[in-house]
């Protein structure tokens, strides 16, 4: 890796101006292109303290050799410049927004003689107006089926056209009337493309104006009796009607909107948008994005709107009139400068606060968080990836055998108070909830995290050294499997108890950063164990700390050694924080019946629910204690004389009423 300091440029070399940089490796390949107001400051962050970089910015800058920039007019060239050089230079560390290409687009080639309409997916071409995306794919092909009887498009492939055009004869759509057959010359190509751009606008929201054409056409042939005619068209107006009320209405009619949202993690932005048009909802797409480089949402927004509308400039219509965005951009204004130039006309960008479109971008907003869920359950579930993660992190920790069992720890406490702790085992990269186990923390292991991950650790190995032989505690049993030895069997003792923790991990990871680390690694040392491997993932950076050393290791933001890691840490807080909160919950309500022995939660409600409250029930006599069903002459004599010496009698003391500590609310008073 490269030291920053062998290509930092001169002092007073850097300009003070607005511009755009590029960082590039030895092999002079651009790693990361950005922009600045000021190109010197900007740039001399780098440089002042490398080692005080966030870990995704220190590997570009070791990654890199050189780095060079070019001064520009405004701020606004700097933003069309950037992303000039990222579309060009495809950088490693710069924020790529991959498109899912599943999503199917309703395409009409125009480019073509004879304008055909089929359904698309994959990198868009020239000369070719798209519509959606639609989801599912079934829709827009029952769509297009629909709309063929108003508009009889071309949908045929080159081949089958031109086997129709050699033979004269059409295929069964020109039989059936659900294409013009141009092939065989039944319409000119300048009517068929007059026909395919109908077609284009219908689908862009001018249906009312077909529709109202048809109505009066429809007129006029009921006007002359010709019933058969006004039928038929009758006909084409409830097709297009059909195909014009699928689309929800959302929003008022005068409304062209793209409305955004996403839903991110530490590792990974998942983006919905909803193209609104006409107030209906048009199309859907989804991109993810991997956070190779530390950035906001307002970041992340401007980034997702240069690429959407920057990929297709020559195609203004895609722009609307608004852009609905869960936050403002960086360099809002702009960004508004910049889409006014490529529209040709004014585009509003804001955040909705309240109504419709708020509503609208909480639904996006959800299918946002959908997508991102669903993205990462099918990279956990496919087993290449998992193989490829359990390699990738068997090689990043260097590690002599293969990880075949994975335990992961973590604490759970508010402000010292129920500590908890959370063991979640993930074997062949996938979980095995049954073998998962949690803990409950007390005394002077629950001052603070170290001392909780140490007791933790302790118990769970102390239980597996005691689990592991349990046949060594038979006298004269003569049986041994050090180093794989063979000697006598012993008789099968009785059924031992079901064993919770004799099987051993190959991996410990603890949900923190070296304190805890050295802590679990103390726990395994004291209990004399020295076969299993523990690093610790700090959650604010996703760096992985190692019992030994002073530095983490980094693994790369695509790795998915990482992404194994993440989860399996998620997994375990989710599992601690569960288990806290019902520990949690059961403390907040305190009552003076909880310390009755001999009285369980079924008669403390029965008592409460007889006399009303804890004020009548201390006045009760144990003759009329007996009167409340499951209750006793010893149980109702022990309650007695439990409450009488709990009120103190012949003090002056207040009766204690149950109380919810959390809220102060008193319950049975």
């Known amino acids: 890796m490269a030291d920053p300091a062998t290509y930092r440029p001169k002092a007073g070399e850097i300009p003070q101006d607005p511009g755009v940089y590029r960082f590039r490796d030895p092999h002079r390949r651009v790693v990361y292109v950005g922009k600045a107001k000021n190109l ?43 992303y000039t050089w990222i579309k060009e230079f495809n950088p490693r560390f710069n924020v790529m927004f991959r498109d899912d ?9 125009l480019g073509e003689k004879y304008p055909r309409v089929q359904v698309m997916r994959g990198d868009r071409r020239k000369d070719t107006r798209y519509f959606g995306p639609f989801y599912p794919a079934k829709a827009i092909r029952e769509t297009v089926d629909t709309l063929l009887r108003v508009f009889p498009v071309r949908t045929c492939s080159a081949g089958v056209f031109k086997r129709a055009e050699r033979s004269g004869r059409p295929c069964l759509l020109g039989y059936i009337d659900k294409c013009s057959a141009p092939c065989v010359g039944r319409i000119s190509p300048e009517d068929h493309r007059e026909l395919a751009v109908q077609f284009c606008d219908f689908m862009s929201g001018q249906a009312g104006r077909f529709v109202r054409e048809l109505e009066q056409k429809m007129s006029a042939a009921v006007a002359e009796l010709d019933y058969e005619s006004a039928a038929r068209v009758r006909d084409d107006i409830a097709a297009l009607k059909r195909v014009f009320e699928r689309n929800t209405v959302v929003l008022s009619e005068d409304t062209d909107a793209d409305v955004f949202a ?6 990974e932005a998942a983006v919905q948008v909803f193209h609104v048009r006409g107030g209906r909802i048009r199309g859907q797409r989804g991109w993810m994005v991997e956070k190779v480089e530390d950035m906001t949402t307002a970041d992340l927004v401007e980034h997702l709107l240069q690429q959407v509308y920057g990929e297709g400039n020559s195609s203004n219509n895609r722009i609307p009139r608004e ?76 590690l002599p055998m293969p990880l075949m069992r994975i335990e992961c720890f973590d604490i759970s406490h508010v402000q010292g108070t129920n500590v908890v702790a959370s063991m979640v085992v993930v074997e062949d990269g996938l979980p095995r909830k049954s073998d998962y186990r949690r803990f409950s923390i007390t005394g002077d292991a629950a001052r603070d995290d170290t001392s909780s991950m140490y007791d933790v650790i302790s118990r769970r190995f102390r239980n597996y050294l005691a689990e592991s032989n349990p046949l060594d505690s038979l006298p004269g049993n003569g049986y041994t499997d050090d180093d794989g030895v063979s000697g006598p069997v012993p008789m099968e003792p009785k059924a031992p108890a079901r064993q919770k923790f004799a099987y051993p991990p190959n991996l410990v990871v603890v949900d923190g950063g070296q304190p805890q680390v050295r802590a679990a690694a103390r726990a395994l040392a004291d209990l004399g164990i020295d076969d299993v491997f523990v690093i610790g993932l700090a959650k604010r950076l996703e760096e992985v700390w190692l019992s030994e050393g002073d ?58 629910k007889h006399f009303g409250s804890v004020r009548k029930l201390k006045a009760a006599s144990v003759e009329e204690l007996q009167a409340v069903q499951g209750v006793g002459p ?36």
Request: avoid cysteine.
């Open 101 to 109: 290409k599943s999503y199917p687009y309703l395409a009409v080639t």
């Open 262 to 267: 996403l839903a991110e993690d530490e590792l």
């Open 323 to 398: 852009v609905l965005v869960p936050q403002m951009p960086s360099n809002e204004d702009q960004m508004r400068e910049w889409l006014y130039r490529l529209r040709g006309a004014r585009v509003d960008i804001r955040v909705p606060q309240r109504g419709d479109k708020a509503t609208l971008l909480g639904t996006v907003a959800q299918n946002a968080a959908d997508s991102l869920r669903l993205h990462k359950s099918r990279r956990a579930g496919d087993i290449t990836t998992r193989s490829a993660a359990l390699q990738e992190l068997q090689e990043a920790l260097d």
């Open 40 to 82: 010197r400051s900007r740039l001399n962050s780098y440089f002042a303290n490398p080692q005080g970089l966030m870990p995704r910015t220190r590997a570009m800058v070791h990654t890199a050799a050189s780095v060079e920039w070019t001064v520009v007019g405004s701020e606004l060239e700097a933003l069309q410049l950037e």
């Open 551 to 608: 530095f983490p290791v980094i693994l790369p933001r695509a790795s998915e050694g990482l992404f194994l890691l993440q989860r399996i840490r998620d997994e375990a807080h989710r599992f601690a924080l569960a288990y806290h909160r019902q520990k949690r919950g059961k403390s907040m309500t305190v009552s003076v019946l909880d310390e009755v022995p001999g009285l369980g939660p079924a008669k403390r409600s029965a008592l409460l």
């Open 634 to 669: 010893a149980l109702a004599a022990t309650i007695r004389r439990h409450l009488a010496a709990g009120s103190g009698e012949g003090a002056d003391r207040e009766p204690v009423a149950a109380v919810n500590m959390a809220t102060g609310e008193i319950l049975d008073s």
